[in-house]
T-cell receptor, first 115, second 117 residues
């Protein structure tokens, strides 16, 4: 069975602080894919990143960075110098490599960035 | 280009009524997914369509739920005899699947907020 755990239900930071959102996953598959999505107050899920299980390179995109560590089954997401517009619910998701249909989502972390 | 669209954006219905929710995927996307998001919860997979293959219905919570996809494009999710616990946001996503072990990203629509009174 697959499982995604986002232990942080809510995080509140002040603008310009760095914040890390944790994601821990469980799977028996050797091939799998990990995703992060952002859901702003408008409600529409926005794709942020996809990472496959064979690529453990960390990635940086502007103020966003992701740390994938298979040894700890974690795929953490860091926002540097947070901004008010970063306030949203962030979801981590896991998809099996052999079944493109099912994705398992975590319960999400609500990030509030205060001015 | 146009993203995934869903209609209606909001639907209020009475317990016991049937409802139909519509999803228009991104043009050319061969895969279509339905998810349900209850208040304050993560996403719950419902059903997946890929091309002409039989859909993966393993996430449908009961036989009151069904979905079809006509012409490989538009999809309709039908909930019969709605119950209050069906109240949720129903999200549709599509992706361009290029192989059996696709990594293609799902792009989500804005969702339909269903409220069953």
């Amino acid at each position: 069975a697959q499982k995604v755990t986002q232990a942080q239900t809510e995080i509140s930071v002040v603008e310009k602080e760095d914040v890390t959102l944790d994601c821990v996953y469980e799977t028996r598959d050797t091939t799998y894919y990990l995703f992060w999505y952002k859901q702003p107050p408008s409600g529409e899920l926005v794709f942020l990143i996809r990472r496959n299980s064979f690529d453990e390179q960390n990635e940086i995109s502007g103020r966003y960075s992701w740390n994938f560590q298979k040894s700890t089954s974690s795929f953490n997401f860091t926002i540097t110098a947070s901004q008010v517009v970063d306030s949203a619910v962030y979801f981590c998701a896991l998809r099996r490599g052999t079944n493109a249909g099912k994705s398992t989502f975590g319960d999400g972390t609500t990030l509030t960035v205060k001015p | 280009g146009a993203g995934v669209s869903q209609s209606p954006s909001n639907k209020v219905t009475e317990k016991g009524k049937d409802v139909e929710l519509r999803c228009d995927p991104i043009s050319g996307h061969t895969a279509l997914y339905w998810y349900r998001q209850s208040l304050g919860q993560g996403l719950e997979f419902l059903i997946y369509f890929q091309g002409n293959s039989a859909p993966d219905k393993s996430g449908l919570p009961s036989d009151r739920f069904s979905a079809e996809r006509t012409g490989g494009s538009v999809s309709t999710l039908t909930i019969q005899r709605t119950q209050q616990e069906d109240s949720a946001v129903y999200l549709c996503a599509s992706s361009l699947v290029r192989g059996p072990s696709s990594t293609d990203t799902q792009y989500f629509g804005p969702g339909t907020r269903l409220t069953v009174l």
